[in-house]
């Protein structure tokens, strides 16, 4: 496979500074300091008589709130473990790992369990109620209505308009660097790939533990736009090859503004179809996905081609760009 040059992945650095200053925050907060605890891995332990305020995340290793401490906020388990022995203000949230209630035990919300599990002991105060799910995704959606079947039709047919609209808009103003990106993600996919999975799983996670950190948040909305817009940009690329080639193969003489917005409709038309096959569709789109975010960086968003470093190896399966 063609190496990823090194300056394409200067964009992930501050997310990678960022992830270091998340990382500060995963020791329990001093009282009125923060408002939100992260724990990531080893032991953390609430004494018997110390008080922890605000929200506390477990997602690994292990929080402790002996006899006698005290919990004012909500305690989500995501991984790891919680044992708690003295008293929380708030609910018990276990979406994944384990938590412990010891027989000293004072909750004064609601349990709630989904994909983990939780030991309860007898002598156990739990003043709210107790609720197990089956899964994550069950509390998560809970309280969603089911839209109707003609609703969901015309939000689709309105997200292809939207996206149709914005390929027309992109080809007549920006035509350069969308041809660009669009020769990035069909003449070099496993490259594009690889370096859009690289930049997805790198700032997803940091983006989940933002949210989780007062701070931070500004931050963690500000890179989830800059994710989206470079997701929607990376299919308005791949929109406007497909249009182009379907044109060529049609023997059509469309303009590409044109070829952009019938490709591109195509594509998420396609897109939202193949995304009704469970686990099929899901490992397409996120295919398509990785492919249009790394040619994005790839080329800095069409501000350069992206020309691999010339070392007698082909992108493997790569089909070259159109001229």
């Known amino acids: 496979m063609t190496p990823v040059p090194t300056h394409h992945l200067r964009p992930l650095l501050l997310c990678l500074l960022l992830g270091l200053l998340v990382t500060g925050c995963s020791t329990p907060a001093q009282t009125g300091r923060y408002s939100a605890t992260l724990i990531t891995q080893q032991d953390h332990v609430v004494e018997d008589g110390q008080v922890l305020v605000g929200d506390t995340v477990v997602a ?15 305690v989500t388990v995501l991984a790891g473990e919680a044992r708690i022995s003295g008293r929380v203000a708030g609910d018990l949230t276990v979406l994944g790992g384990t938590a412990t209630l010891t027989g000293t035990a004072e909750l004064t919300g609601d349990v709630v369990s989904a994909g983990g599990s939780i030991a309860r002991d007898p002598g156990a105060v739990v003043r709210g109620t107790t609720t197990e799910e089956p899964s994550p995704a ?12 003609g609703e969901r039709a015309l939000w689709s047919l309105l997200g292809v308009a939207v996206m149709a609209g914005l390929a027309w808009l ?11 990106t669009s020769a990035a993600a069909t003449g070099f996919p496993v490259v594009s790939g690889a370096l859009g999975t690289l930049v997805l799983i790198t700032a997803l996670p940091l ?15 500000i890179v989830l736009l800059g994710l989206g817009a470079a997701t929607v940009y990376g299919l308005l690329a791949v929109g406007r090859a497909l249009g182009v080639r379907a044109a060529r193969r049609l023997g059509r003489t469309w303009s590409t503004p044109v070829a952009a917005a019938l490709g591109t409709a ?15 569709g899901a490992a397409v789109t996120g295919i398509v ?9 790839l080329t800095g968003f069409g501000l350069r081609p992206y020309t691999p470093p010339d070392d007698g190896i082909d992108d493997g399966g790569a089909l070259h760009a159109e001229g």
Do not use: K, N, W, Y
């Open 266 to 280: 195509v594509l998420v038309a396609a897109l939202q179809l193949i995304g009704l096959v469970p686990f099929a």
């Open 170 to 180: 992109a080809a007549r103003l920006v035509p350069r660097p969308l041809h660009r």
């Open 207 to 221: 983006v989940a533990s933002m949210i989780f950190t007062l701070f931070l948040i500004p931050v963690a909305g």
């Open 289 to 297: 996905v990785v492919v249009a975010v790394g040619a994005g960086f």
């Open 60 to 74: 690994g290793g292990t929080v402790v709130l002996e006899e006698g401490a005290e919990h004012r906020g909500t």
């Open 138 to 149: 069950t509390v998560l959606e809970r309280g969603r209505e089911p839209r109707a079947a």
